[in-house]
């Protein structure tokens, strides 16, 4: 029987369990209120942003890349538009299977498959490559009308990069391509507003001025940001903020007097560079051989870098600025100076030249077995004695050469606006201690120091930085930095911005002493190893003759070009600037395995100073016979080279710059 009792406990129970699910009701409405204000209040902005963001998608826009121009406007660097045929493997499943297939719509070769499959190799699997480029018109529809059958293949307008001239000037202008997985990763500790930039972008500057200007040539990338489905689909565009193109870089370059050189040297390797003493502008700077650029924008196919990357002349050598040569008798004239400031030598000093000269048992020979007899300053830079400067360098020793050479450039870097220098050798015997692992290598021996004194020996330098000591002499002792970039344009404004340079530095040089090295030098033209090479020029000009041994010859054996090896033959040099008084130009010149410098250097450097004092261009047989080496002076009448009709470019399709 239930009591009275028993019903008040039920009753007790019921009242508990209706509280606390009440209480549980309560709380279950406070975390959904507190998670609602929450989500609404604090997180308000955040999800917001991320509701957009699904919405909308926002997509890179890349800038137009700026153009490379010489310094009279000729472009160097140019862009066109045109249709290319392109793959994204992750999306395809048999991507050699798909290839076969597009080759039967649209034309692909072989060097072409190679040339993706490079790229592939070098991409990560989800990008875009392409497999043909410069796509016709017709094949552009042939293709569109098969696009059902190709998933994950697609054609797209791209910007290309053109060099109208090819292979003019490569080395200078260098050339783009496919940023690779090791730039990639080098990006990836870039600053944020430096990597955000780079979006959407695939090519990048390699080499040369492309490299080194990379910055002002990119320009700003814009955004697009669209409204897309639930599907991804692209409904409209919300907003734009436009892609500003890279600026225009304009060089010092001469592309005239560039390709003047060029064509004088013809199939011979060598290197040059013509600076302007007066404030470091490079006019030319050559290295030959050459290679074409273009070759390299879409990726280069296979057989194309195979025989570039093992020819033996090494046409991917930038010669000028990474190539090393001893400097053979193109040193005296800085020896020279250095006898002088060091108190060694006077201008009137005597030394006698028989032919050789002893140190200890080791005889070191000058001009074969013919000596010059009395030697002094002038007539040994004149007649180029090798005893005068054996000498000299036995006096100064090692570290003082050293010493006084450095501030000229030698064994250091330019800081030209190019990539990739080479500081080259200047010896002393820090540097061989450094250089050499074997304390018997280590140390410095007297007879080492001989050699020097006539350029040859540990000397090895590169010919900018031969070109920059020539123009510190014309210029009668102030250093200017080389220098390529001469400004740059603004692609908006179109206002021109001068690139700021260090001003010239003053090497404290006694002016007494550098026109008695002037004077020697510009008896060099008119007495001495290139009188004939400068016969009849309207200008005075100061120059010198170097020849550099490849190989090392014994001191009882003669050289004779004719039994030895092309690439054993000694290098012909010459180092020269003019006008003597006031120099507008200066040249350092190296043409590999071509014998005396007279023969083939200094022909080149008498050209150059046609051209640019004379406005002198030379005829087609004079261009021949230099080439050959068999002319000493002009021959026949020279052209006018402001009246020369430069070869026009291959018509680039569309300058989207414009």
């Known amino acids: 029987m239930t009591t009275l009792r028993d019903v008040e406990a039920d009753l007790g129970r019921f009242r508990l369990r209706v509280w606390l699910a009440m209480l549980g009701v309560l709380v279950a409405f406070g975390l959904v209120l507190a998670r609602a204000a929450y989500l609404q209040i604090t997180r308000h902005e955040d999800l917001k942003a991320q509701a957009e963001s699904n919405r909308t998608a926002v997509l890179p826009i890349v800038p137009h890349r700026g153009l490379i121009l010489d310094r009279n406007g000729i472009a160097l660097a140019t862009n066109y538009s045109a249709y290319t045929l392109e793959i994204t493997p992750s999306r395809v499943e048999d991507v050699d299977a798909v290839i076969d297939e597009l080759g039967q719509i649209i034309d692909i070769q072989v060097r072409d498959k190679r040339r993706f499959k490079r790229l592939r190799e070098e991409s990560r699997n989800f990008d875009s490559l392409p497999i043909r480029t410069r796509l016709t018109d017709e094949e552009v529809a042939r293709f569109t009308a098969n696009r059902y059958r190709f998933p994950g293949v697609e054609i797209k307008a791209r910007l290309f990069r053109q060099y109208p001239y090819g292979e003019t000037a490569s080395h200078v202008v260098g050339y783009i391509g496919r940023i690779n997985l090791a730039e990639k990763k080098r990006m990836e500790d870039w600053p944020d507003e430096d990597l955000a930039n780079y979006r959407g972008t695939e090519y990048i500057g390699k080499l040369g001025i492309e490299q080194s200007f990379e910055q002002q040539l990119h320009g700003l990338t814009g955004f697009d940001q669209i409204e897309t489905s639930a599907g991804g689909r692209a409904v409209r565009t919300l907003a734009r903020t436009p892609a500003t193109p890279g600026n225009t870089v304009i060089l010092t370059l001469d592309i005239?007097?560039?390709?003047?050189?060029?064509?004088?040297?013809?199939?011979?390797?060598?290197?040059?560079?013509?600076?302007?003493?007066?404030?470091?502008?490079?006019?030319?700077?050559?290295?030959?051989?050459?290679?074409?650029?273009?070759?390299?924008?879409?990726?280069?196919?296979?057989?194309?870098?195979?025989?570039?990357?093992?020819?033996?002349?090494?046409?991917?050598?930038?010669?000028?600025?990474?190539?090393?040569?001893?400097?053979?008798?193109?040193?005296?004239?800085?020896?020279?100076?250095?006898?002088?400031?060091?108190?060694?030598?006077?201008?009137?000093?005597?030394?006698?030249?028989?032919?050789?000269?002893?140190?200890?048992?080791?005889?070191?020979?000058?001009?074969?077995?013919?000596?010059?007899?009395?030697?002094?300053?002038?007539?040994?830079?004149?007649?180029?004695?090798?005893?005068?400067?054996?000498?000299?360098?036995?006096?100064?020793?090692?570290?003082?050469?050293?010493d006084f050479m450095a501030p000229f450039g030698f064994g250091q870097m330019t800081g030209i606006d190019l990539r990739g220098e080479v500081p080259g050798v200047l010896p002393s015997q820090d540097w061989k201690r450094r250089a050499y692992k074997r304390p018997e290598q280590q140390r410095w021996y007297a007879g080492e120091t001989i050699s020097l004194g006539i350029g040859q020996g540990y000397n090895s330098f590169t010919m900018l930085q031969l070109a920059q000591a020539t123009a510190i002499v014309a210029n009668r002792g102030i250093r200017h930095r080389p220098h390529l970039g001469l400004a740059t344009e603004d692609a908006v404004s179109r206002l021109r911005h001068p690139i700021e340079r260090p001003a010239g530095e003053d090497l404290g040089l006694n002016p007494a002493h550098i026109e008695s090295v002037v004077r020697a030098m510009v008896g060099v033209t008119q007495e001495g190893t290139s009188t004939r090479v400068f016969a009849g020029a309207a200008y005075l000009s100061a120059g010198k003759t170097g020849t550099a041994q490849a190989v090392t010859i014994g001191q009882k054996d003669k050289y004779d070009a004719r039994k030895m090896e092309e690439h054993q033959r000694d290098h012909s040099l010459y180092i020269a600037f003019a006008p003597a008084d006031a120099p507008k130009v200066a040249v350092a010149v190296v043409v590999e395995n071509a014998g005396f410098g007279a023969a083939h250097a200094a022909p080149i450097a008498r050209r150059i100073f046609d051209y640019v004092l004379l406005d002198q261009y030379p005829n087609e047989q004079d261009l021949v016979a230099v080439q050959k080496g068999l002319a000493a002076a002009p021959i026949g009448q020279p052209l006018k080279a402001s009246e020369v009709v430069w070869p026009a470019p291959e018509a680039s399709k569309t300058d989207l710059q414009k």
Not at 277 to 300: M, Q
Not at 354 to 370: E, K, L, Q, T, V
Request: glycine letters at 10%; hydrophobic letters at 35%.
């Open 256 to 402: 005239k007097l560039q390709k003047l050189v060029e064509d004088m040297f013809g199939e011979r390797r060598g290197a040059l560079v013509a600076l302007d003493p007066r404030n470091g502008e490079v006019l030319a700077f050559v290295s030959k051989p050459t290679f074409d650029p273009n070759l390299f924008v879409d990726g280069i196919d296979v057989d194309n870098w195979r025989m570039l990357n093992e020819s033996l002349d090494k046409p991917l050598l930038n010669r000028a600025l990474r190539g090393t040569y001893p400097p053979g008798s193109t040193y005296k004239p800085f020896m020279g100076l250095a006898a002088l400031a060091s108190g060694k030598r006077t201008a009137q000093t005597i030394t006698n030249d028989p032919g050789y000269w002893m140190f200890g048992n080791h005889r070191f020979r000058s001009h074969g077995d013919a000596g010059l007899g009395s030697v002094d300053l002038y007539r040994s830079i004149v007649k180029s004695s090798n005893v005068y400067y054996y000498s000299l360098a036995n006096d100064l020793g090692v570290d003082a050469i050293h």
